[in-house]
């Protein structure tokens, strides 16, 4: 199928976007790609006006603060996959991007677009829960938490330009890492989990688990992480643990993997999750 009928505007500064997006009705913002445009040729989405972002070079690159790193939104996959500010400060981060999609994807497809089009089986947001990031718009900074909304949903108001991705850097005794259980046509997260550890004379005194992929949009398995704190990390306590992993959640059910087999994918790809990064810490 081809695309419904539209408006085309690139925009060569934020305040140049945000001002197309208000004029014209029925807007949406273009930065990859890999999102709207299989959408709109399926006409499941049928904007009036595309108003393109992908050449405001201030919404580009990854530059380390003190303790925070900080992704501009239209950094690419592939360039948060071979960061070396990345890999150095949270190397999880990198490993989730190398597990979006193919060559292709991660080649075009950016951080900023994939968080604002908040797809449920997105391998970020699960990282991103675990690692406590921040969303930063033109206008306000959300957190992670309460930026994902619902399906497709976010807290992003209409016309909001996200403008970076702000990770705080793993602190001394902490690992972090991300696991999943993919779809293999569509490299989408059937579950994926991103946990964060931090460890003090062989206990945890702190643990962060976000999963994605199971439920509408990203959450904390916030009983999980209850489990797991004061713990030795030991195999007994992160089999316990697994099993709140998606207590109070209610699960997707589709094509791809029933709603019982979500919550058991959800303590199964938990506990891969949380090994690794016990170990890494």
């Given at each position: ?160 330009v996200i403008t970076e991705i702000q990770v705080p850097v793993l602190s001394n005794g902490s690992g972090a890492a991300y696991a ?102």
């Amino acid at each position: 199928m081809q695309p419904a009928n539209f408006d085309y505007y690139r925009a060569s500064s934020i305040d140049e976007a945000e001002s197309l997006f208000k004029a014209n009705a029925d807007a949406s913002f273009l930065a990859g790609g890999h999102s709207i445009i299989p959408a709109m040729k399926l006409r499941l989405s049928e904007p009036g006006s595309l108003v393109d972002i992908a050449g405001i070079n201030d919404l580009k690159g990854i530059s380390k603060d003190d303790d925070t790193i900080h992704i501009g939104a239209l950094t690419t996959h592939a360039e948060v996959e071979n960061s070396g500010v990345v890999k150095d400060g949270c190397e999880a981060l990198a490993e989730a991007a190398g597990m979006i999609g193919d060559p292709q994807v991660r080649n075009r497809g950016t951080i900023g677009g994939n968080v604002a089009h908040a797809d449920p089986a997105s391998d970020y947001p699960g990282i991103l829960m675990a690692l406590g990031a921040k969303i930063i718009t033109s206008g306000r900074t959300i957190s992670v938490e309460d930026f994902f909304t619902g399906l497709f949903e976010t807290a992003l108001n209409d016309g909001e330009v996200i403008t970076e991705i702000q990770v705080p850097v793993l602190s001394n005794g902490s690992g972090a890492a991300y696991a999943k259980f993919f779809n293999p046509a569509s490299r989408y997260a059937v579950v994926g989990v991103g946990a964060v550890v931090t460890l003090d004379n062989g206990s945890c005194t702190s643990c962060r688990i976000g999963v994605t992929g199971a439920s509408d949009h990203a959450f904390r398995a916030s009983a999980a992480e209850d489990a797991l704190t004061g713990s030795d990390l030991g195999d007994d306590a992160i089999v316990a643990a697994a099993a709140k992993a998606a207590d109070g959640q209610d699960m997707l059910s589709d094509l791809v993997a029933s709603a019982d087999y979500r919550t058991h994918l959800c303590g199964v790809i938990l506990k891969r999750a949380v090994s690794n990064a016990a170990e890494r810490v």
